[in-house]
């Protein structure tokens, strides 16, 4: 996250992920974010049209940066359908970690944001359902075993990353490839 962001625009949604990691969704402020980017009240009004919307864009941002980390990790993958979807895993615990403010919005209570709003804006990138699909389809799993999975593979990711986070367990190489042969292990149950 310490890339320039010159124009105003990209300046405020850098600014409000900066927030939402502070200060959460609940206690969330838009005249922070201004005063964060040295602008006007009224400046995040001008590209957004208000705090939903800013969030939004922060979600969207987010959401943009894990397509370019999946599309990076498939460009010239060469293992199996099986290998990508563990790669998968890794990175997005990879991502969670090293960018806290994106980690922020993945874990986002959802309570906050209305369910067509999180339904819209799932960080759940195509190129990632694609790799599901396809192992899912390979191995003949139907839809209701496919479900449980991904539930405990997610289950299994966002632990961990929390994990990471509150230092609970290291950040390391171990225990990454640790959790990457419990999930490899779960698509061996049926």
């Given at each position: 996250m310490g890339k320039s962001i010159p124009d105003i625009k990209n300046r405020l949604i850098f600014a409000?992920?900066?927030?939402?990691?502070?200060?959460?969704?609940?206690?969330?402020?838009?005249?922070?974010?201004?005063?964060?980017?040295?602008?006007?009240?009224?400046?995040?009004?001008?590209?957004?049209?208000?705090?939903?919307?800013?969030?939004?864009?922060?979600?969207?941002?987010?959401?943009?940066?894990?397509?370019?980390?999946?599309?990076?990790?498939?460009?010239?993958?060469?293992?199996?359908?099986?290998?990508?979807?563990?790669?998968?895993?890794?990175?997005?615990?990879r991502f969670l970690y090293e960018n806290p403010g994106y980690y922020t919005v993945v874990i986002m209570n959802e309570k906050f944001l209305s369910r067509d709003r999180m339904r819209n804006k799932s960080l759940i990138s195509p190129e990632t359902g694609q790799v599901i699909r396809e192992y899912c389809e390979s191995v003949g799993m139907d839809k209701e075993t496919e479900k449980r999975k991904t539930f405990i593979v997610r289950a299994l990711i966002i632990g961990a990353a929390e994990m990471m986070t509150a230092d609970s367990l290291h950040y390391t190489e171990e225990n990454l490839n640790m959790v990457r042969s419990c999930i490899n292990r779960e698509f061996d149950i049926i």
């Open positions: 409000a992920l900066v927030e939402l990691q502070e200060h959460g969704i609940s206690d969330f402020s838009i005249r922070r974010v201004a005063a964060d980017c040295g602008v006007s009240c009224a400046a995040p009004y001008k590209h957004f049209d208000g705090k939903n919307a800013l969030i939004d864009a922060v979600i969207d941002f987010v959401a943009d940066e894990w397509k370019k980390t999946v599309c990076a990790l498939l460009d010239g993958h060469t293992g199996t359908t099986r290998e990508k979807l563990l790669d998968i895993s890794i990175a997005y615990i």
